[in-house]
């Protein structure tokens, strides 16, 4: 039995599952597009949303190595 404890929705977070939503995201799709953000943010130690292209650089060359 997994225990699922729920995710506090950001407003970025709202907007993200909106958007995929919109483009009719499967939820197995919009659940490793939300993981892979978790993991960007988490990489980048602040919100995604204050990412520069810069810092997706950084974090796909992280990905490669």
Do not use: Y
């Not at 919109?22 to 988490?42: D, E, M, V, Y």
């Amino acid at each position: 039995m997994t225990i699922q404890h729920p995710t506090p929705t950001t407003p970025l977070r709202a907007r993200m599952m909106a958007d995929m939503s919109a483009r009719n995201l499967g939820p197995a799709s919009q659940t490793s597009h939300l993981r892979a953000c978790k993991r960007f943010a988490t990489w980048l130690g602040r919100s995604p949303e204050a990412a520069s292209p810069d810092d997706v650089k950084h974090f796909q060359q992280h990905l490669i190595e």
